[in-house]
């Protein structure tokens, strides 16, 4: 089956660096998407890989690894409003997008 | 960036009755939407894709009777959920794509109860 990775929850202080991991197993890949979303919120689009090495963009930044299977999200210079959840999802083989179940973030001051 | 709107953002309503969402792409041509529900804590769920002009195709397990979806032009998708009830509540999202497998852009969602 299909399957995408990510852990449910992460808490990280203002100011800091934090990293979001994405695992993932689908039935091929056409690109792995990041989506932030706050509560109440429809996602809001971060980024897009499609080959591999290092997205940057801002304070945010997107690492993929076909081989591994193996997203990250990195938030540099975190502020109280990056508080959200961060959504994975891979598109397959058949251009359908496989969520993951979205990390929740917690940025403490 | 694109912009995609969504009507109404929050609606109440009777059961039995029906409620029709607007989904809107404001600054370009979506030849295809999507539309998507979300439970609590959970990720999104897609629910079917439109294309312009052509019949929408449903995912698996939802009734394309109850949820009626149209596209009729490049800029404008409706969701109608038929005889509402109050497991229909949920969180109804839509996004859109200049083209069929382009970046999707999402609408801000509506909020649907049903009492």
């Known amino acids: 089956g299909q399957n995408i990775d990510q852990p449910t929850e992460m808490t990280a202080t203002e100011g800091a660096i934090v990293q979001i991991n994405c695992t993932y197993q689908?039935?091929?890949?056409?690109?792995l998407f990041w989506y932030q979303q706050h509560a109440g919120e429809a996602p809001t689009f971060l980024s897009y890989n499609v080959l591999d090495g290092l997205e940057e963009k801002g304070r945010f930044s997107s690492f993929l690894s076909r081989s591994k299977g193996y997203s990250y999200l990195l938030l540099k210079e975190l502020q109280m409003k990056d508080s959200a959840s961060y959504l994975c999802a891979v598109m397959d083989s058949n251009y359908q997008l496989i969520w993951g179940a979205g990390t929740k973030l917690i940025i403490k001051p | 960036g694109a912009v995609v709107s969504q009507h109404p953002s929050r609606v109440i309503c009777k059961s039995g009755t029906s409620v029709k969402i607007e989904c809107r792409s404001l600054d370009f041509q979506a030849t295809t939407m999507f539309w998507y529900r979300q439970f609590p804590k959970q990720s999104l769920m897609l629910m079917a894709t439109s294309n312009e002009g052509s019949k929408a195709t449903y995912e698996q397990g939802v009734e394309k009777d109850k949820f009626l979806i149209n596209h009729a032009s490049l800029t404008l998708s409706t969701l109608t959920v038929t005889s509402a009830h109050p497991e229909d509540s949920s969180f109804y999202i839509c996004?859109?794509?200049?083209?069929?497998?382009?970046?999707?852009?999402f609408g801000p969602g509506t909020r649907l109860t049903v009492t």
């Open positions: 689908t039935s091929g890949f056409n690109g």
């Open positions: 996004s859109a794509s200049e083209r069929e497998f382009d970046e999707q852009y």
